[in-house]
């Protein structure tokens, strides 16, 4: 494993209006007896005690962020009695409704300074530490490593350490995909699936 990738922290969105799900949000969904928010941030967690020296969890917050927060309990459970070196950190955007970058931008700002880091889609239950892992070799000299799958671009990404200022430096309205078209993006193929199922919709949840 490459020393910069000797640790690396994780953005997890999770501050969405979940529109497409009606009147429920679905952060809160369960996923093998917690939230699905919980689940997706477990499966960092643990690709995180992989790494020599850790790493940080960002979760970035915002609709119904209370109710949400509160399901968030077994993974502060699980990083208190880990004896690796991670750590969960909870943020709230309060500019949720302007869009999934703002919640970005407030996650990214987080980010540990000079450290590689990955952005992730709480939506994406099917995200396991094995994807993670998978892409930690491939960032090299590259300014970020974006899976694809079946032609589709997928997540978790991971960017280097340079690519923080410039996420922050963007408008709101901006794209993550929209930079990675402007920079030394390795579009890596992968296998299977989970890369690219998000849960949008009552029947993707089904």
């Not at 490459?2 to 529109?19: F, N, Q, W, Y």
């Not at 939230?35 to 020599?52: D, I, K, N, V």
């Not at 402007?182 to 989970?194: I, K």
């Amino acid at each position: 494993m490459p020393e910069s990738l000797r640790t690396t922290d994780i953005v997890l969105l999770a501050a969405g209006l979940s529109k497409r799900m009606g009147s429920t949000n679905k952060m809160l969904l369960p996923v093998d007896g917690m939230s699905m928010c919980a689940h997706s941030a477990m499966q960092g967690l643990r690709f995180l005690e992989t790494l020599p020296d850790g790493g940080n969890l960002v979760i970035v917050t915002g609709y119904k962020s209370r109710e949400l927060e509160k399901t968030l309990a077994p993974c502060i459970d699980y990083v208190s009695k880990s004896g690796s070196a991670i750590n969960l950190v909870i943020t709230r955007n309060a500019d949720y409704r302007k869009g999934q970058f703002s919640s970005t931008k407030a996650g990214v700002g987080l980010v540990r300074p000079g450290v590689p880091f990955f952005i992730a889609l709480a939506d994406m239950p099917e995200i396991k530490p094995g994807n993670y892992k998978a892409l930690c070799a491939l960032l090299q000299d590259h300014d970020a490593v974006r899976p694809f799958s079946d032609g589709q671009p997928g997540h978790p990404v991971l960017h280097a350490p340079s690519l923080k200022e410039r996420i922050l430096s963007m408008d709101d309205k901006a794209s993550v995909r929209s930079l990675l078209e402007t920079c030394n993006t390795l579009n890596a193929p992968v296998d299977g699936s989970s890369w690219i199922t998000d849960v949008d919709f009552p029947q993707d949840y089904r």
